[in-house]
Each structure stands twice: as C-alpha cells, then as structure tokens.
C-alpha cells in the first residue's frame, strides 16, 4: 500500500507570537517550530495501516528549509521517505497554492491514500485537505476519528453536531485527521537516528510545474487586543463582596 | 605422637585428644570437602563470567578496601537495625573468632610446636578457650534468633505479601550451623568429663556440660566422645562443602561485592555516550546488563531490607526491590546455565540461542518497572551494596528509547520538554515571569554575580513553585548576596527524562544549560529543586559542567549562621521536616534544613517515624511525578499521614515535588483548614517579617 501524509510546519502552540511592526507577519525569534499535531495523527494513522498492510509511507510537506525538521520527525516515527517542496517563490502561499504544489508532488508518485490535518494550527484555515482531493480528482473524508481499510476502500467515522457519520469511499482518497483518530507514537532513538538517513527529495516550483496563483492575500497581521486585567473583589464580609460584584457586573460588565 | 601433661600453671588441652588415630582421616575428609567447595566455586566463576558487559570496578582500590572493611568486617550497615543486626552479627562475629582461633590452633599444632615452640598454654589457653566457647555461643544464639524470627515472627520482609520466602536451603543452612556448635559443645563436654582438668572451666560451655556425663564412665564416654567428634567434624565439613551451592554464598559474594561498590555518587549512572551508531539502548535482555549489575543478583541475600522501606511495595504496588533483584537472579541462573553449556561446546559463551526473555516484561512485569520512584531507600539500606536504582533506569531506558514504548502521559511529559523545555509545557518564554517585580537581574543583563540562582521548571511555572522562588530571591536580596538568573536562558534540568529513562532527552537538555552556564562563566550556582541540584552537582560534570553546587537550604543555613538575616518573627506551631530523597539519601543534606527550623522563634519540631536516611519518598521521584499512579494506595498520601500522626500543623519541605505532593496530600485528607506545607524558605521569609519592606 502507497501511503501519503502531508505535514505542516508550525510554532509551538505554547510559542509566543508577536506580530512584525509592520504586519507583514509574525516575527520568528525564539519560536520553537513542530510539527503541526493534526497532521501527526495524519502520520501516526499511515505508519498503523503500513504495520498492518505493508507498503510505505511518504511524507510531504510545504514550507521553508525549516520545515525539513518537520519531515525528519515523521521519518523518526517510521515513514520512509520524504518530499520537501522548499521554494521562496512559495512562501506566503495560501491554501490553494499549497494545495496544487502538494499535488504536482503528490501525482508525480504512487498513491492509495493520502493523509492530512484536519486543519494548520497556525492559520487555522482547514482547507488545503479538501483542495488536494479536489485537485487530484479523488474523494474526500475528512475530520476523521476513526478508519478501517479494507483491500480497495475505506470505512470512515466522522462526528458531526450530536451524531456520527459513517463514510465509505474507495481509494485512493483524502482522510483529514482529526484528535481522537490515535494517540501518535514517541519516536524511538534507533527511530531518530535512522530517519537522518532516510531519503528527502528537495523540489521547488519549477521542478513540480507549479504555476497557481495565490487566491488569496493577507493584508496584514494584527495582534489580539491585551486582555484588561482581573479584577479581585475586595470586601470586608461576604455581603461587602457581593455588592460590590453586583455593581461591577451591572455597571462595567453591563451582563445584569 | 609425643604426650604433653598439662598442669595447673601450664595450662592445655591434648589435640586430637582421643582421636589422633582418625588424624589423617580427617585431612582426607577434609581434601575432599574443599575440592566438592572448590567445583562449587568454579561453576559459579563461569556463571559469573559467562554473561554481562565490561565495567570498570577495581579500580581506586584503597576505597575499595574500606568498604570492605566497614562492611563486611565491621558489619556497619547490618547493625544499622537492632534485631536483624544483632542476630547476624553474633552469628557472623562468632564464625569470625571460631574460624582465627581454629586457624591458631592449627598453626600452633602444625608449625610452631613441631618446632617447639606450643603457645597455646597457661593464661593465653584459658582465654582462647574462653573466647571460643563464647564465641560459639553466640552462634548458637545467633542462629536461634534467625529460627525464631524466620519461623515464628515471620516479618514482612522475609517475604512478598502474603508469600512467605522460606526454602528449604534457608532452614538447612541454619540447622547446619546449630548443629555444627552444639556438637562442638558435647565433643568438649565429654572430653571434660574425662580428663577433668581443673582449670576446664575456663571452657565454660564444655564444663557446664560435662556435669550430665559425670557418672558415665570412662570407655563410655570415650566411645560417645570418638563418635559425636566425627559427627561435628562431618556436619564442618559438610558446611564447607555445601557454600558454594547454597545461600551460604553470600559469605564470599556479598563481601565481593562490598569491595565491587559504586564509588560514584549515588544513584548515579554511566551517561550513554554513543546515540548515533548503536541499535538498542539501555537493558532489555540480561545481556544487556553488565557483569556487575548480574553479579549483584547473586550477592542479594533476600533479607528484604530494602522491601522495607519501599514506597512502591508499601503503597500496594508490585514493585519490591528484593523480588526484583531475586528474579533478575532466577533468570541470570538459567541463562547463565545456557550460556555455560554452549561455552562447553565450544562455541561463545554469548547466552545466544533460543530466544532469551525480555528483562522489560517478562523477567521484570513492567508495572513493577515504572513503580520505582528512585527514592534510594533500598540502595541506601541494602547491607549487601546491591544497586537498584540503575537498573531499574536502564530498564526504563530500553521502554523508552529503544522501543518508545510507554506511558502516553510520559510521553507528553518529554514531548512538552523538548519543546518548551518544561515538563508542563508552558511556553518557555514565561520562564522568567515570576521574577518580573522583584528586580532580579539576569547573567544577559549582569553576569558579574556571585550566584546563579538556577530556579528550574517548578520555581519558573508552579503557581506554589513560584512563591518559594519569590520567598528565596527575597531572602537573598535583603542579605545583600549579588546574585542572577538566566531568564529565558534558562532550561530544563533533565531529572525526570533521565530517571524516566529518556537520557537522550536529558543529555539535550543538560548540554543546553551547561551551554549557558559555561557561556557567562558561572562557577557557584543555587538551586531550590533538589532534583535541579542533584543533576548539576552529580551528573553534569559528566558533559563538560564543573559548577560548585549548593541547595537553598545550605545556603539559608549559611546566611543565619553568619547573621546575615535575622529570624525575629516567631513563625508557631509544631512543625515536621519531611526529608527530600534526593537532598537526604541522595546529597546527605538532612542537619541543614532541620538548623534552619530550630533556628526559628517559635518552632517546636516534630519528627515522623520515618525520617533522615530512612524518610518516606513523596512518590514525586524517578519521574513518578508525571505519570498516574493507580495501583494500591497514594504515596504522597500515605506520607502525609505519617505527618498527620506527629500532630505537626506544617510540613516543612526543601523540594518543590514535595511540595505538591504533600499539598495534594493534605486536599486528599481533607486538611487544608488545620495542615499546610510550606518551603523551608517561605517559614524563613515569614520569620524575617521583612514583607512589608519588601512590597
Ligand atoms: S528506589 Fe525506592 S521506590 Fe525504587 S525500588 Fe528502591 S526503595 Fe523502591
Ligand atoms: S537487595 Fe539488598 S537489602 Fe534487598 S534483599 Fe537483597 S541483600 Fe537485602
């Protein structure tokens, strides 16, 4: 079996962002890049079904030389190889450029099915999964918590508002990954030290033949606005206490 | 043979008295005896050599002939207990002086007197007969406090629950050792009845004796003399010959191993050094281990000390250090047997062939594995040096870095390391947060300081860490020592992926504050976390960081002891100090924190049952702290109720894990309105009553 999982690069989500001066995006000192947790159940769910049926797992992943930290981490939990689409041309691209770099790399290699993240961390779009499908033309589960593969389709459980949905698609199709579909595996070291030697196939735009145009274009990064402070409610007794929350909740919380 | 009479004055006894025909048939008795001990002792060499890695344990001999000595000689550690010390020394000191009084007698008989030269007269006889008699009788005694205590009070640590440990060899070995003396009592006895001498009385157990044979007469008590002799000298023999097959081996090997002991600090490990090129890592199979963590196995004498004080086996889990270092030797004994067979055949004595089981689950269940807290109690205690703790992190290393196999809330745990290096996975530029408002300076801002204060990951992200910090930086500040942090610089110590197994992890993470701490030229640090403090003190040094140590409390000591702060608030209520494994067993810090509390007005101290070198793990170390514990009872729970009981209002701590264990201990019993536990620097803070100045 072909498998294929697509990996994000992305800040810790612990990380502290501060957004550049002049909002052009969000400045990189100190921050501790992994690999986004969607897309690790994504990778976790290839190796599993690799255990099960045999084949091999390819990584593929978009982003700047950094991101080949994020590759190597999958290849630590046991895929086999990696494609590393690394192009400045490509920096800034939106969901949809990535989608078609992610295809033109994904075409060019053998395919059953093809894992990804429900959705990035960091932008939070959920969309590149979907367009992928779309763009090789295959179907699509995707927010998937649960997967059976059996020979030449797939059962899927997808949760929607209060129930469960159960899909079946053949293959080869797009699974998004979401929470709860595995616990992803820690990589061993005899794990870390073979994946430094694991094969990354490092290919830019031109390489893959891809020309998409940016649909979309981000106009500027703003931080959130700094919370206001806590109040502590200060009283002699409980009854001081309590009226003064009542004020505060009626008067500047305007809730009561 | 030429006969001597003896007199009063020229006081002795006839050698061989009565038996001198059977001379030469004891010497070949004898030959044969030590040849069946020799075989037995050559078997086990090959066991010993057939399995294990090479390590390095002879050197530094000096050291090693201490230990010997205050050891094995003295018996220091087994006297540590009064009923299984005295028991053991009577047996071990009575051997000691019958095995150089028979050794004097025979060179006397064998070399001196031939020459002519017999010592053994007058006044020296009568005290060697003295002390020979008193000395077997301690034996005896020895040997009757082991029955009744194996077989009639039946202590917990002679066994594992409700299993009792007995075999059969244990009951024979003692009944061997009584017999062996109280034959030598009547052979005495009736020779004494016999020769009459009047100064026998000297050989007090033999005389009292005699009193029974007295009205036999002669030819009858010769006869009975002859054969109780061969009797006693058969059951001697037999004694010899059966050592080396037996636990009476514990004679040769657990001495060995005194002399074999780590002479590192304890508990601590050999760094893995090759991460890049080697397939496994830690112990998975015995063979893994090295020739002296196996022969430790075999020095193990099941007395079950260690058992004792386990915080694992006595909060119902089924970790117990003794069964784990016994089943560690049951398997040695068969692949051992295995490997001695193929070395006979000539091929390697590699232990290879069927498929050997797994120390990681099979030899050791792993809910036995992850149950230690690396508490150190049974290391501590173990009279016969045995190391567990080691094993026990090389066991954990195979789980973890060569099979990543093991617990998910771990595996979070060294995840939120690695990223954010902080075992909660806060963001690692909130490191310095709670320092914002006291005006500490960082090494950045002025490395030109005395001390670092390396506050470590709970200091820098507890909520209750947070405020030993404050309390500490404060003390410091209004004694006027220049010190600094590293802010963000700072990192992880590591403690809990190398305990938890993860030295991969822990050597990343060691190397980056060594980094640092290199970088600003550090050379005094101070830290509040013991776990923090063991690492820097003990193990960086092994990757390049030679840094001068010290624990708050040692420096608090300091501080009051030279009157640079001044205690004056009295701070009441009774007061119970809960020792920190790894500042008490592990660093030998157990007087500067109780100085410290004595030194506050109006502290009454109270001391739990178990304190000092026998204290009552947390159940925080060995990366516990981490990890769900849900077999048997809590830990920390039970600790808190040996605090409870001192009727104490406060815990007094010197650790941040304890400190949240024994705070959730005190929610889980339900008394948070009467109890609180507190940092040794929050009591001195309060107690320097500077707070006002300080805001
Ligand atoms: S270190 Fe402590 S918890 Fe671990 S086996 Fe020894 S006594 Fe038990
Ligand atoms: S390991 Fe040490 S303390 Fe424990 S039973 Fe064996 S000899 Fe005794």
Same mark, same amino acid.
């Given at each position: 079996m072909n498998i294929v999982a697509c990996v994000k690069q992305v800040p810790d989500t612990e990380a502290q962002i501060r957004v550049k001066p002049d909002g052009s995006g969000i400045d990189e000192t100190g921050i501790k890049w992994v690999m986004n947790a969607y897309d690790e159940y994504g990778v976790e769910e290839a190796l599993r079904l690799k255990e099960k049926h045999g084949g091999d797992v390819t990584i593929v992943s978009l982003g700047p030389a950094r991101s080949l930290e994020a590759i190597r981490t999958a290849l630590a939990m046991g895929a086999d190889k990696g494609i590393h689409i690394c192009d400045p041309a490509l920096d800034g691209a939106d969901a949809y450029v990535t989608a078609s770099a992610l295809a033109a790399a994904i075409k060019g290699i053998p395919f059953d099915v093809i894992f990804c993240g429900q959705r990035a961390v960091d932008d939070d779009a959920g969309q590149v999964g979907a367009m992928l499908a779309e763009l090789l033309g295959i179907p699509q589960v995707t927010v998937v918590t649960k997967l059976e593969v059996n020979g030449a389709s797939i059962r899927a459980t997808k949760p929607v508002e209060g129930a469960q949905l159960l899909i079946e698609s053949p293959l080869p199709c797009v699974i998004t990954a979401q929470k709860g579909l595995n616990e992803p595996r820690y990589a061993s070291l005899p794990g870390i030290m073979k994946a430094k030697k694991k094969p990354v196939d490092v290919k830019n735009a031109q390489a893959l033949g891809v020309s998409a145009e940016a649909k979309l274009k981000v106009l500027k990064f703003v931080p959130p606005p700094a919370r206001p402070p806590g109040k502590i409610i200060s009283g002699d007794d409980a009854v001081a206490k309590a009226s003064q929350l009542v004020g505060l909740l009626r008067q500047e919380a305007k809730v009561i | 043979m030429e006969r001597v009479t003896f007199s009063v004055g020229n006081e002795g006894r006839q050698v061989f008295w009565n038996v001198h025909d059977?001379?030469?048939?004891? !010497?070949?008795?004898?030959?044969?005896?030590?040849?069946?001990?020799?075989? /037995?002792? !050559?078997?086990?060499?090959?066991?010993?050599?057939?399995? $294990?890695?090479?390590?390095?344990?002879?050197?530094?001999?000096?050291?090693?002939?201490?230990?010997?000595?205050?050891?094995?000689?003295?018996?220091?550690?087994?006297?540590?207990?009064?009923? +299984? /010390?005295?028991?053991?020394?009577?047996?071990?000191?009575?051997?000691?002086?019958?095995?150089?009084?028979? @050794?004097?007698?025979?060179?006397?008989?064998?070399?001196?007197?031939?020459? $002519?030269?017999?010592?053994?007269?007058?006044?020296?006889?009568?005290?060697?007969?003295?002390?020979?008699?008193?000395?077997?009788?301690?034996?005896?005694?020895?040997?009757?406090?082991?029955? !009744?205590?194996?077989?009639?009070?039946? +202590? #917990?640590?002679?066994?594992?629950?409700?299993?009792?440990?007995?075999?059969?060899?244990?009951?024979?070995?003692?009944? %061997?050792?009584?017999?062996?003396?109280?034959?030598?009592?009547?052979?005495? @006895?009736?020779r004494i009845s016999v020769t009459h001498s009047p100064w026998e009385y000297w050989s007090f157990g033999g005389w009292v004796l005699a009193e029974v044979f007295a009205g036999a007469d002669v030819r009858t008590a010769e006869m009975f003399h002859r054969i109780l002799w061969w009797l006693h000298v058969f059951i001697s023999l037999l004694f010899i010959a059966y050592i080396p097959y037996s636990r009476l081996l514990h004679i040769l090997t657990t001495p060995a191993n005194h002399f074999f002991l780590s002479l590192k600090p304890a508990g601590s490990l050999e760094p893995i050094r090759d991460f890049e090129t080697a397939e496994s890592f830690g112990a998975g199979r015995l063979e893994d281990f090295t020739w002296k963590q196996i022969?430790?196995?075999?020095?193990?004498?099941?007395?079950?000390?260690? =058992?004792?004080?386990? +915080?694992?086996?006595?909060?119902?889990?089924?970790?117990?250090?003794?069964?784990?270092? =016994?089943?560690?030797?049951t398997h040695w004994l068969d692949r051992a047997a295995i490997a001695g067979k =193929?070395?006979? /055949?000539?091929?390697?004595?590699?232990?290879?062939?069927?498929?050997?089981?797994?120390?990681?689950?099979?030899?050791? #269940?792993?809910?036995?594995?992850?149950?230690?807290?690396?508490?150190?109690?049974?290391?501590?205690?173990?009279?016969?040096?045995?190391?567990?703790?080691?094993?026990?992190?090389?066991?954990?290393?195979?789980?973890?870095?060569?099979?990543?196999?093991?617990?998910p809330e771990l595996q979070l745990t060294y995840r939120n390391m690695e990223n954010n290096s902080n075992p909660?996975?806060?963001? @690692?530029?909130?490191? @310095?947060?709670?320092?914002?408002?006291?005006?500490?300076?960082?090494?950045?801002?002025?490395?030109?300081?005395?001390?670092?204060?390396?506050?470590?990951c709970s200091g820098s992200f507890d909520d209750r860490g947070k405020k030993v910090s404050v309390a500490f930086a404060r003390i410091l500040q209004a004694a006027g020592i220049k010190f600094g942090i590293l802010g963000t610089e700072e990192g992880c110590c590591g403690d809990s992926a190398m305990r938890g197994g993860n030295e991969y992890l822990y050597q990343?993470?060691? =190397?980056?504050?060594?980094?640092?701490?290199?970088?600003?030229?550090?050379?005094?640090?101070?830290?509040?976390?013991?776990?923090?403090?063991?690492?820097?003190?003990?193990?960086?040094?092994?990757? /390049?960081?030679?840094?001068?140590?010290?624990?708050?409390?040692?420096?608090?000591?300091?501080?009051?002891?030279? $009157?640079?702060?001044?205690?004056?608030?009295?701070?009441?209520?009774?007061?119970?100090?809960?020792?920190?494994?790894?500042?008490?067993?592990?660093?030998?810090? !157990?007087?500067?924190?109780?100085?410290?509390?004595?030194?506050?007005? $109006?502290?009454?101290?109270?001391?739990?049952?178990?304190? %000092?070198?026998?204290?009552?793990?947390?159940?925080?170390?060995?990366a516990r702290m981490w990890m769900e514990e849900d077999i048997g009872e809590r830990i920390n729970d039970m600790r808190t109720d040996q605090a409870i009981a001192t009727g104490a209002g406060t815990i007094a701590v010197a650790c941040p894990f304890c400190l949240t264990m024994l705070s959730d201990g005190i929610k889980d019993r339900k008394r948070e309105e009467s109890m609180a536990a507190l940092d040794i620097a929050e009591i001195v803070w309060k107690a320097m009553d500077r707070d006002a100045a300080a805001t």
């Open positions: - | 059977f001379e030469w048939l004891l !010497y070949a008795f004898s030959v044969v005896a030590l040849a069946i001990f020799a075989y /037995g002792l !050559y078997r086990r060499w090959k066991m010993w050599t057939a399995i $294990g890695k090479p390590e390095m344990r002879i050197d530094r001999i000096g050291e090693r002939l201490k230990a010997l000595f205050v050891n094995s000689l003295l018996q220091l550690k087994t006297f540590r207990e009064l009923y +299984p /010390g005295v028991m053991h020394g009577l047996i071990f000191f009575g051997f000691l002086v019958l095995f150089i009084g028979s @050794a004097v007698d025979a060179v006397e008989f064998h070399i001196t007197e031939p020459f $002519g030269f017999a010592f053994l007269r007058g006044r020296f006889y009568l005290v060697f007969s003295f002390l020979m008699d008193l000395f077997g009788l301690f034996i005896f005694i020895g040997i009757m406090l082991a029955l !009744y205590r194996r077989y009639l009070l039946k +202590p #917990d640590r002679l066994g594992y629950r409700e299993e009792r440990d007995n075999t059969p060899d244990d009951a024979f070995a003692l009944i %061997l050792i009584a017999l062996i003396v109280a034959t030598g009592f009547v052979v005495e @006895a009736l022969f430790d196995a075999d020095a193990c004498t099941r007395c079950g000390r260690c =058992q004792d004080g386990c +915080p694992a086996y006595l909060s119902g889990k089924p970790l117990s250090p003794k069964k784990l270092i =016994q089943d560690i030797k =193929q070395s006979s /055949g000539g091929g390697e004595a590699s232990g290879a062939g069927e498929p050997a089981k797994t120390l990681t689950g099979e030899v050791v #269940d792993l809910h036995e594995l992850w149950a230690c807290t690396n508490c150190m109690y049974c290391m501590e205690h173990c009279p016969s040096a045995i190391e567990h703790v080691p094993k026990v992190v090389n066991m954990r290393q195979y789980k973890v870095l060569t099979e990543a196999d093991f617990a909660w996975g806060i963001g @690692a530029h909130l490191r @310095a947060d709670w320092a914002k408002e006291l005006g500490i300076k960082t090494l950045a801002e002025d490395p030109a300081v005395e001390y670092l204060f390396y506050v470590g990343s993470l060691a =190397q980056a504050n060594i980094e640092v701490m290199n970088r600003y030229g550090v050379k005094k640090i101070i830290t509040t976390c013991p776990h923090g403090y063991n690492a820097l003190k003990k193990d960086y040094p092994n990757f /390049g960081g030679n840094f001068e140590v010290y624990h708050h409390t040692e420096i608090i000591a300091e501080l009051i002891a030279k $009157g640079k702060i001044a205690l004056k608030k009295p701070v009441k209520g009774t007061f119970t100090y809960h020792d920190s494994c790894f500042l008490g067993r592990y660093n030998d810090i !157990y007087e500067q924190p109780r100085t410290i509390l004595k030194a506050v007005p $109006g502290v009454k101290l109270a001391e739990m049952e178990r304190t %000092l070198s026998q204290s009552f793990c947390c159940g925080a170390g060995g």
